[in-house]
């Protein structure tokens, strides 16, 4: 029973490209929450999507960040014209139902570097 | 004052030590508790998780939760080299989103 997914492990971007992350959550789940954690900081809510549906995407940059999930296929974390600041480690984790008391079950993360 | 405050350590204790590990919240509307365990360079792993105020055990580890206070905390017994890790305490309320808010999280080093 394989966990949480995430690719790539470790992206090397120069400032201005595009940075596609990708999380296939756990079989039977269907809700999927990134997070982002900074150097010397804990872990922020960005976004939480079920498929093909955004549900909170309070936590996300306002610009250059999207997500997605599709009815078929990985989650999608996009990021454009990446800059230095979005250098962190970003990861996803799913649970299989709505509601405060469904364990999220997180993937090893994608550790990006804007150079 | 930031919704959830953990001090981020380092914490280093001696091999069958006791550990306390420690978060204060501002936000009433938290019910949910939860002590996650990050290994360096790894994902999140859930160790514990209780419901509004009360105690919980499962193994070495035992969780408490003060709402009166806004206070939780994960007691560690008997300490081993392999707990070394860092502890992110994180929580979420009712109100109808599912995002957990997590501490800053805690280094703790077991020495043999």
């Known amino acids: 029973n394989a966990g949480v997914m995430q690719n790539p492990r470790h992206l090397v971007r120069r400032r201005g490209q595009e940075a596609r992350l990708r999380c296939s959550p756990m079989?039977?789940?269907?809700?999927v929450y990134w997070y982002r954690q900074l150097p010397e900081e804990g872990l922020k809510f960005m976004v939480y999507?079920?498929?093909?549906?955004?549900?909170?995407e309070s936590g996300m940059p306002k610009e250059r960040f999207s997500a997605e999930f599709p009815k078929e296929g990985p989650s999608i974390l996009r990021i454009q014209q990446v800059v230095r600041g979005d250098s962190a480690a970003y990861f996803c984790a799913s649970s299989p139902r709505a509601g405060f008391q469904e364990t999220q079950y997180f993937g090893p993360g994608t550790r990006l570097l804007v150079l | 004052q930031k919704e959830v405050e953990q001090d981020p350590g380092p914490l280093s204790v001696p091999e069958g030590a006791i550990v306390s590990l420690n978060c204060t919240y501002s936000n009433s509307a938290f019910q949910y508790f939860m002590w996650y365990r990050q290994y360096s360079r790894k994902g999140p792993e859930l160790l514990m998780y209780?419901?509004?105020?009360g105690n919980k055990e499962d193994g070495r580890f035992t969780a408490q939760v003060d709402k009166s206070s806004k206070y939780i905390s994960l007691f560690i017994r008997d300490s081993q080299p392999s707990d070394s890790a860092t502890y992110l305490c994180a929580m979420m309320g009712q109100g109808g989103s599912e995002k957990l808010v997590f501490g800053k999280g805690t280094k703790l080093t077991v020495n043999p």
């Open positions: 209780t419901y509004s105020s």
């Open positions: 999507l079920q498929k093909e549906n955004i549900i909170d």
């Open positions: 079989k039977g789940h269907s809700h």
